[in-house]
């Protein structure tokens, strides 16, 4: 079984949904509590034994890049104040050197052509795809258990980390048909995006993480436009499903989608109140505030 070594994160989208704090800021540098979204998917991609980071930008996304290398102004001052706390911090979530590529999506056509996009970087071997502005709060981060429920598998397949939701939500979402259960994995029977309502195959929603095989670039070199008129991974997986296996993992974790300002809102709480060293006043905070309400 081939290690998973690389991961791609898709980074070009517009971020319309957060305008007017998008407008010069990429969505991917909203900050949960103090650390910009993307470092909490790198994070979950370090945590899960990648080594190799690939982001696929766009325009104005410069300042990812520049979040991912060292600032020597920045590491001055903070040493000559004496903040070894802060310049540790930063050390720590810096990838090392030669870790980290970029490429341009040049056109916004969707995520499967984003993921198109970094075909040349990933080459012919298997990869995880992170959806940054899907944050997972977890003991063992989503990819770590991704990983090692695919390699329990033991044979070239598909993983896609799935979660449940009420069955009046389905039709938002892409839907997972389940087959026959392996170990913590189920056989995915079909792949349905945004189903009319009271016709999704089950309550088993595609979340923002993938294991993919090599063989998607070459379906998603000929897909067709679909939904929205852009190229979606989506109808490329269930093409490639015509071939290869997929399969589902029911993760342990809590998903927040910070693409919408709800699940953005609702995160900055989660993760602040996970945290020993704001929580007991950021709890306060909170409770005096409901209480004026």
């Known amino acids: ?156 397949v598909n993983l896609l980390a799935v979660e449940e939701v009420s069955d009046d939500l389905t039709h938002m979402y892409g839907v997972v048909g389940i087959g026959r259960r392996k170990q913590k994995t189920f056989e995915i029977t079909s792949m349905v995006e945004k189903p009319p309502r009271g016709t999704a195959p089950s309550n088993r929603i595609i979340t923002g993480r993938y294991i993919l095989q090599p063989e998607i670039f070459d379906m998603l070199a000929s897909q067709e436009r679909g939904a929205g008129g852009e190229i979606q991974i989506t109808d490329a997986m269930i093409r490639l499903s015509q071939r290869q296996h997929f399969y589902g993992l029911e993760f342990e974790g809590r998903t927040f989608d910070c693409g919408s300002k709800l699940g953005f809102l609702t995160a900055n709480v989660a993760f602040a109140l996970a945290r020993d060293d704001i929580a007991p006043a950021f709890r306060a905070g909170l409770k005096r505030l409901m209480g004026e309400r």
């Not at 370090?46 to 590491?75: P, Y």
């Not at 903040?83 to 050390?91: D, H, V």
């Not at 970087?121 to 258990?145: N, T, W």
């Open 1 to 156: 079984m081939q290690k998973i070594r690389k991961a791609v994160f898709p980074v070009a989208g517009l971020g319309t949904r957060f305008l007017p704090a998008t407008k010069a800021m990429p969505k991917e540098m909203l900050p949960v509590v103090d650390r910009p979204l993307i470092q909490y998917a790198v994070d979950e991609a370090r945590e899960a034994g990648i080594e190799h980071f690939i982001f696929v930008t766009g325009r104005n996304k410069s300042v990812i890049e520049d979040h991912f290398d060292r600032q020597f102004e920045l590491e001055l001052t903070l040493a000559e104040r004496g903040k070894r706390a802060e310049m540790e911090t930063l050390a720590r979530d810096l990838p090392g050197p030669g870790t980290t590529s970029y490429t341009r999506q040049q056109s916004p056509l969707g995520l499967g052509h984003a993921v198109w996009c970094a075909r040349e970087l990933v080459g012919r071997e298997p990869f995880a795809l992170l959806l940054p502005d899907v944050l997972i709060q977890a003991r063992k981060s989503c990819l770590a258990q991704m990983i090692e429920a695919y390699l329990a598998i033991d044979e070239a």
